[in-house]
């Protein structure tokens, strides 16, 4: 039980996503896209944006289920907001080239330039 996804680490509100996106890092891979702002709170929170263009009902909710659950294992620090979006072949990869490439694109900085 000390290791669930806990509601204080959703990101759940429009305003909130629309804030991440508008003033966070803005970071591409082959698999996804992520956006990270650093906040002052306690803890890190995470949003997924899985769009009908993404796929049926089924296939976004696998995919949100599979980030939340390497979010819940890799919780970043220090404190930051992640919105997560994720890209056509993400359903294919397998597990464990989402979780590098999910920790290697919150390492990675944002081109010069961008957000």
Request: aromatic share 8%.
């Given at each position: 039980?000390?290791?669930?996804?806990?509601?204080?680490?959703?990101?759940?509100?429009?305003?909130?996503?629309?804030?991440?996106?508008?003033?966070?890092?803005?970071?591409?891979?082959?698999?996804?896209?992520?956006?990270?702002?650093?906040?002052?709170?306690?803890?890190?929170?995470?949003?997924?944006?899985?769009?009908?263009k993404?796929?049926?009902?089924?296939?976004?909710n696998?995919?949100?289920?599979?980030?939340?659950?390497?979010?819940?294992?890799?919780?970043?620090?220090?404190?930051?907001?992640?919105?997560?979006?994720?890209?056509?072949?993400?359903?294919?990869?397998?597990?464990?080239?989402?979780?590098?490439?999910?920790?290697?694109?919150?390492?990675?900085?944002?081109?010069?330039?961008?957000?």
């Amino acid at each position: 039980m000390a290791e669930r996804f806990r509601p204080g680490q959703h990101i759940r509100r429009r305003s909130e996503f629309l804030r991440v996106y508008e003033h966070g890092r803005k970071v591409h891979g082959r698999l996804l896209t992520v956006f990270v702002l650093p906040t002052d709170l306690d803890t890190s929170r995470l949003g997924v944006s899985a769009t009908r263009k993404f796929g049926n009902a089924v296939q976004r909710n696998l995919a949100k289920r599979r980030i939340r659950e390497i979010f819940r294992r890799r919780v970043p620090e220090p404190a930051c907001d992640v919105v997560v979006v994720p890209k056509s072949g993400f359903l294919d990869a397998h597990y464990s080239a989402v979780d590098h490439e999910f920790q290697a694109l919150l390492r990675r900085p944002a081109r010069p330039g961008r957000r």
